[in-house]
């Protein structure tokens, strides 16, 4: 079974570029989480979908975030202009809609910086 | 609020020695309670979760972990860690009818061989 797909695996901008992290989450899953991961602040949940539909973005940091699921295949999350506190590591995962299953599954994460 | 709390930022063991991390959450209702590994350059992976049932639960690689209501913790353990065991430790909490997992800061493990 393919796991949860995150592209790109890394990726090294400038300071004022747009960043585009996508995922593609576990076929047949309907829930799908963006997290943030730092040193500093450990792992940060930004926004989760809900069978396609942004329930929960409060996390979301600022309005340069904006995060989009068009379809239950894929989802988009949008940096712009970035910045170099946006550096970190971003984790895609899904959870499948099994009443009372709340285990995630994560993809391997996008690895940002930048300069 | 909901929060998880792990007391050990980092812990740093000897191989064979034994290894317990704490977990406590604060919410009085119903929970499901998880440990997730994240192994150094990797994503976190499941390492067992409790719902129901035997409160003592075993997962993946000779952890498991005891869940004890009465003091809302989850405390993970492994009677002799190995070198490979080396990672970063989360415990996370399903509490309430939506679909986030609270998540503690995590625990750095280092095992020297």
């Known amino acids: 079974d393919a796991g949860v797909i995150q592209s790109p695996r890394h990726e090294v901008t400038e300071m004022g570029q747009e960043v585009t992290l996508r995922c593609k989450p576990i076929?047949?899953?309907?829930?799908l989480f963006w997290y943030r991961q730092t040193m500093m602040r450990g792992l940060e949940l930004l926004i989760y979908f809900n069978n396609n539909v942004p329930i929960d973005d409060s996390g979301m940091p600022e309005d340069r975030f904006s995060a989009k699921m068009p379809n239950a295949s894929f989802s988009t999350l949008k940096i712009q202009p970035s910045e170099p506190r946006d550096s970190a590591v971003y984790f895609c995962?899904?959870?499948?809609?099994?009443?009372?299953?709340?285990?995630?599954?994560f993809g391997p994460g996008t690895r940002l910086t930048v300069l | 609020a909901q929060s998880v709390s792990q007391h050990n930022h980092h812990v740093i063991l000897s191989e064979a020695a034994s290894l317990e991390l704490g977990c406590n959450y604060s919410?009085?209702?119903?929970?499901?309670l998880f440990w997730y590994v994240q192994y150094p350059g990797q994503h976190l992976q499941l390492l067992l979760k409790y719902f129901s049932g035997d409160p003592l639960v075993k997962g993946i690689k000779g952890f498991e972990a005891e869940f004890i209501k009465s003091k809302f913790s989850f405390n993970l353990r492994k009677p002799s860690v190995q070198w490979s065991d080396t990672a970063e430790y989360f415990c996370?909490?399903?509490?309430?009818?939506?679909?986030?997992?609270?998540w503690g800061l995590g625990t750095s493990l280092a095992v020297n061989p």
């Open positions: 996370a909490v399903h509490a309430g009818n939506n679909r986030k997992l609270i």
């Open positions: 919410y009085g209702g119903t929970v499901n």
């Open positions: 076929s047949g899953h309907n829930s």
């Open positions: 995962a899904s959870s499948p809609p099994t009443s009372g299953t709340d285990t995630q599954y």
